[in-house]
């Protein structure tokens, strides 16, 4: 499993409504493709906020970053829309669990 | 760089006075540990809770889960407190980001 954890910050004079459309396509783009897992937008209490994208392996990841359409979005949003980014792509290594049996 | 997800749900009969102070004593303690970067709780809008913990390297991770206070703190925490835990440790195999420069 890999989870991306990307963080973004937008300009100033960004056209929120394209920004909005553009990410939402985005989204909907990435949940067809073969070994997507999971993508939800999360926020601390103190404002810091992290989108986590979880796909079943790298190869899975490649395939997303090199779509056409998300290259060119990627494309607009560096030239276009954000401030800033960063991205960190990281593999699960182990992963353990506990639950109460149910009574 | 190791990034933790912590994913926990506390049994309905728990001690949250206990619970709390637990939590917090073992936060101010990860944080006096060599390697440990930083530790957040986030939240998204459907009311999905992860705690993220980062690490320098797995060794790090390793000498946390590893402190005594901390081993009997877990033992605590699955004989009385949590109903349920997942855990994932996830290694930041590839890390990018952009800014735009200052003007």
């Given amino acids: 499993?890999?989870?991306?954890?990307?963080?973004?910050?937008?300009r100033a004079?960004?056209?929120?409504?394209?920004?909005?459309?553009?990410?939402?396509?985005m989204y909907e783009l990435v949940?067809?493709?073969?070994?997507?897992?999971?993508?939800k937008d999360f926020t601390s209490?103190?404002?810091?906020?992290?989108?986590?994208?979880t796909f079943e392996s790298l190869e899975a990841l490649r395939a997303w970053?090199?779509?056409?359409?998300?290259?060119?979005a990627q494309h607009?949003?560096?030239?276009?829309?954000?401030?800033s980014y960063r991205v960190e792509v990281c593999e699960v290594v182990r992963a353990y669990d506990f639950a109460l049996p149910s009574v």
Same sequence: chains 1, 2.
Avoid: W
């Fill in 76 to 83: 607009r949003g560096k030239t276009e829309m954000y401030a």
């Fill in 45 to 53: 209490s103190d404002g810091d906020a992290v989108s986590m994208v």
């Fill in 1 to 10: 499993m890999v989870i991306v954890l990307i963080r973004t910050t937008v």
């Fill in 13 to 25: 004079d960004v056209d929120r409504a394209a920004y909005e459309a553009l990410n939402t396509q």
């Fill in 31 to 39: 949940q067809t493709l073969p070994g997507f897992v999971s993508a």
């Fill in 65 to 72: 970053r090199e779509h056409p359409d998300h290259v060119i």
